[in-house]
Structure formats: structure tokens, C-alpha cells
């Protein structure tokens, strides 16, 4: 009889305890830590208007001969605005080119965006219906992504760009790049 009154506690604990474990294994992992599936392929073609002059395009082949970083950004995006002083101390090394890929954002306000935080980049692309961050995998801001002078994508990073990431992971990358040239 007492194994009865028991039984549904022990049931209903053994069930708390598979979906607390179902809940901690099924966790989101770390964004900095996601795979892109570009990473050692062609970078994906695309043809951008500049935010400055849309009157002017920038395509992928036109960038090729050098490496550059294309880095996602919006004026919407908070984080966007946490990364922007090691962008910018990047981009004023003249280390790399800086390409800034203004994302789903509406012109005037990353116009202004820049305007009031300063503008780090060799050219700023505008994609603000977001078709051609699909073919990159673009999923937020900010993303960035390395690609080398023959076109190939070779790093990528989900999240805030900082000073010791780039020191850690980026320039040495770009060293070994430079070198294989």
C-alpha cells in the first residue's frame, strides 16, 4: 500500500527530471560558435547599391585581389553599436578593407547612424529587403565575414566584433591569407 501512494510522486518526478534534461539539451548553442557553410567556398555573388549614391552598384567580382571583411550591420541593431569603436581602430589600421553591408535598414537612418558614430568603411552596401543576406546566411546583426582576394570565404563571425577577437582569430587569419598568396 505505501508503494502505491509513492508511485505517482516518483512518476511525476522521473517526468519532471526528462524534461528538464530534454530542456538543457536542447539549448541554443552559442552564437559565436555556430558553423557557417560557406566557410571555404565561393563567396555568394551579389550586386549592391551603395548606401551613399544608390545610383552606383558594387559587386562581389568587384571587390576581388585583396582581402576584405564584409561586416553586417543596421542602425537598428544595439549590438552594431557595441562593436563599432574596434571596427572602426580596424578599419584606420588599413589593415583590411572594411565593406559594410547595411542590412533591412532604411537609408535616412543609416545615413544618420553613420553620421553620428562615424563611418568606418571603404564603402557601405545597401541590401533593405534582405534578399542577398539569405545566399550569405545572414541571420542577424552583427555578422562578419572574411573573404580572400580570389572571392572565397574563409572566417566568419556571429556577434560584436572586439579588439581581442580581431588580435585572436582575425589577423592571424589574414596573415596566413596574406601568406598563401
Not at 519532471?16 to 552559442?30: C, E, I, Q
Not at 559594410?100 to 532604411?106: A, T
Not at 564603402?123 to 555578422?143: F, I, K, M, Q
Not at 582576394?149 to 596566413?176: C, F, M, N, S, Y
Request: contains cysteine; proline residues 8%; aromatic residues 10%.
Amino acid at each position: 500500500m505505501k508503494l502505491g501512494r509513492w508511485l505517482p510522486l516518483a512518476v511525476f518526478a522521473l517526468l519532471a527530471a526528462l524534461l528538464a534534461a530534454g530542456v538543457w539539451m536542447s539549448r541554443k548553442p552559442d552564437r559565436d560558435a555556430l558553423p557557417s557553410t560557406l566557410i571555404g567556398k565561393p563567396a555568394p555573388a551579389f550586386a549592391l547599391p551603395v548606401l551613399h549614391d544608390p545610383s552606383y552598384t558594387v559587386k562581389l567580382s568587384d571587390l576581388r585581389g585583396q582581402p576584405f571583411l564584409l561586416n553586417v550591420w543596421g542602425s537598428w541593431c544595439v549590438e552594431c553599436r557595441v562593436e563599432h569603436p574596434a571596427l572602426t581602430r580596424l578599419a584606420e589600421s588599413k589593415r583590411i578593407r572594411v565593406v559594410g553591408y547595411n542590412w533591412k535598414d532604411e537609408p535616412a537612418d543609416a545615413l544618420r547612424w553613420l553620421e553620428q558614430f562615424g563611418n568606418p568603411y571603404m564603402v557601405v552596401l545597401s541590401d533593405v529587403d534582405g534578399r542577398t543576406a539569405l545566399d550569405w546566411g545572414v541571420y542577424g546583426a552583427p555578422e562578419t565575414f572574411l573573404v580572400d582576394g580570389q572571392g572565397i570565404v574563409r572566417w566568419k563571425h556571429v556577434g560584436p566584433l572586439t579588439d581581442e577577437l580581431i588580435a585572436r582569430e582575425l589577423l592571424p587569419l589574414l596573415a596566413q591569407i596574406e601568406g598563401a598568396r
